[in-house]
């Protein structure tokens, strides 16, 4: 890492250097006819160019917004880049939007052009278009399309067909180096847990107080690889897309989420970073997998972990590892975890959680199989994390301690409130959202409630408008109960409920393929799933699992009641934000008569 590079006011100045420095070194990986191939940095930029020039015939200028609605793929951060050297704002809208959102983002942020993905992504502005009378230009990233209201989507080829000219490329560069540190570079909307997204404005100065954060206090190499599948609507994927630019990493594209496993084996990355579902799902088919062998490969799994883990708590604490504890770890270590990092890739040296809270359990786990999971803390708000566990300094369940310039204080009712360069400006037309958030000093109302350990890290109990206040006047924090219900084997999805009742409840959908394994093991058979929710040996399995979670509670936040759900909720079915998040407004509505049952 140069320091010329970290030393940059804005991101259009460290592309130009990041294109000075490194015309030959590979920016992105990419599958292509079956294997990943490399693309080069001068690939990049001959895209780039071409994107700004097409800019310039159409009449698209400084400060207009430009919308990306695809799934994660290079194109998008070449849009994105192109955007951010002509001083052209990115609006990302989640792939998995309904027709009805992206109607109201692209009117909202009155977007002058809209980069589409594919055939899919066409069909939904279609629908969009129609339901707001909208008519702004299309490039679909893939070809061919279909037309929207008669006229054809321009292709991306085209559209960003590379661009060696002499005199564009002097025009782009001093394009890219008037943009200032101010300059807003992304109006990036909330995925919703409570309702209407709201416009986060970020900056060029934001955006790089985080990359600079992250650099800081992390060791890139030009040789690190990570796989990107985040969407990069979300502001942790579009920090991860942004920080190859920076550190100089390779950043591969896995082809989708049902791919992750194989995409793994096949880019081996170095770095991953994921929200906690992923490393949830990973963990629960470890868990299948070992429960389908043998006693004595299970007892010496279950002896290896243990091992790992109390080597795992004493680097927690900073403390030495006695000499029989390090020979029995180099003994589990070929036996056991080596074969669950080959999982990863084999390569794996740093994985990063963030989005929604990891389980202390899961997070303590992966370190004692050598997998460092770091996880963070951080909104939209405040252009992804603003605090992390190290390497080596860590804490289990926690998100680490402050980086950057980032302060902290806390309300009387235990919210946290923070402020630096890392926390953006105003919500996009929408003054009185702003005002709610900051309070009247400046600092920034994160609305989750949290606190400091005699340690020094942050430790997130709940959200403030998810806190669960019993009829007995006990407040409990629902996602701690709903990260212990997920690492059960056979639950997939958790929902706690209990807001002014007497004791708490849950909605619980099964992980199908676990359950399905189970239940012909059992030798039960039924015509359909939603008919094996219902199976009375189905219910009592999972009955007796809460039980076990609920030994890990004080007793008013035992769970007491649970109904089984026909099926997992999902982004499609709106139960679910993009970053896999529940949206228990939704969730609660939905299935109040199946809450109303439970008391």
């Not at 099926?567 to 079915?573: G, H, T, V």
């Not at 228990?584 to 049952?597: A, F, H, L, P």
Request: charge should be neutral.
């Amino acid at each position: 890492m140069t320091s010329s590079l970290v030393d940059g006011k804005t991101i259009s100045e460290i592309y130009l250097k990041r294109i000075q420095l490194s015309p030959e070194g590979t920016a992105y990986l990419a599958k292509k006819n079956g294997v990943y191939q490399p693309i080069l940095w001068k690939e990049v930029n001959a895209r780039v160019l071409g994107i700004y020039h097409s800019y310039k015939k159409i009449g698209i200028q400084a400060e207009d917004r430009v919308a990306i609605l695809s799934n994660t793929r290079p194109e998008w951060l070449i849009a994105d880049l192109a955007n951010l050297c002509s001083g052209v704002v990115t609006v990302p809208i989640y792939q998995s939007s309904t027709p009805e959102d992206v109607a109201y983002l692209i009117e909202h942020s009155e977007a002058k052009l809209i980069f589409a993905e594919d055939e899919v992504m066409i069909k939904k502005l279609e629908a969009a278009f129609a339901l707001k009378k909208i008519n702004v230009p299309v490039v679909s990233f893939s070809s061919p399309v279909s037309a929207i209201n008669g006229v054809p989507p321009m292709s991306f080829e085209e559209f960003a067909a590379p661009i060696t000219n002499k005199t564009i490329e002097d025009e782009f560069k001093k394009s890219a180096e008037s943009i200032l540190p101010d300059n807003i570079a992304s109006i990036v909307y909330t995925s919703g847990t409570t309702g209407q997204p709201k416009g986060v404005v970020l900056s060029h100065f934001n955006f790089l107080a985080e990359l600079r954060a992250i650099i800081h206090n992390f060791t890139f190499t030009p040789e690190d690889t990570t796989l990107a599948f985040l969407p990069f609507a979300h502001i942790l994927g579009r920090v991860e897309g942004l920080l190859s630019l920076m550190a100089g990493a390779s950043l591969a594209f896995a082809e989708n989420i049902n791919t992750l496993s194989q995409n793994l084996m096949e880019a081996k990355p170095t770095i991953l970073v994921s929200v906690p579902r992923i490393y949830e799902k990973i963990y629960a088919k470890i868990q299948s997998e070992v429960a389908a062998q043998p006693k004595y490969s299970q007892s010496i799994f279950n002896w290896a972990v243990e091992i790992g883990r109390k080597v795992a708590k004493l680097n927690s604490e900073q403390k030495p590892i006695p000499l029989s504890l390090e020979l029995k770890y180099k003994i589990a270590d070929p036996l056991v975890f080596t074969k669950i990092r080959k999982k990863f890739g084999g390569r794996i040296r740093l994985t990063v959680s963030g989005g929604a809270p990891l389980s202390p359990e899961l997070c303590e786990f992966y370190h004692a199989v050598g997998i460092k999971i770091i996880e963070g803390y951080g909104l939209t708000e405040t252009t992804a994390a603003i605090t992390v566990n190290r390497p080596n300094d860590f804490n289990f369940g926690t998100v680490g301690k402050p980086f950057g310039n980032i302060e902290f204080r806390f309300a009387a009712d235990g919210e946290i409130q923070t402020r630096g360069d890392m926390v953006f400006r105003e919500y996009y037309k929408n003054p009185s959202a702003t005002a709610e958030v900051f309070t009247e000093d400046g600092w920034f109302c994160t609305g989750d409630i949290g606190e400091i350990t005699h340690r020094g890290f942050l430790k997130i109990t709940d959200r403030k408008k998810e806190l669960i206040k019993t009829s007995g006047g006990k407040y409990i924090a629902p996602q701690k109960l709903e990260n212990l219900l997920k690492g059960v084997r056979f639950i997939s999805q958790a929902m706690v409920y209990g807001d002014r009742e007497k004791y708490v409840v849950a909605l619980i959908t099964l992980n199908e393929p676990e359950i399905n394994k189970w239940a012909a093991q059992q030798g039960i058979s039924v015509s359909s799933f939603e008919d094996l929710t219902k199976n009375s040996k189905v219910i009592q399995l999972i009955d007796k699992e809460i039980e076990s979670v609920n030994g890990h509670l004080a007793n008013f936040e035992t769970i007491k009641k649970f109904r089984l759900l026909p099926r997992d909720f999902s982004i499609e079915s709106g139960e679910l934000t993009p970053s896999l998040k529940l949206k228990r407004k939704v969730c609660t509505e939905r299935y109040k008569d199946y809450i109303q049952s439970l008391y």
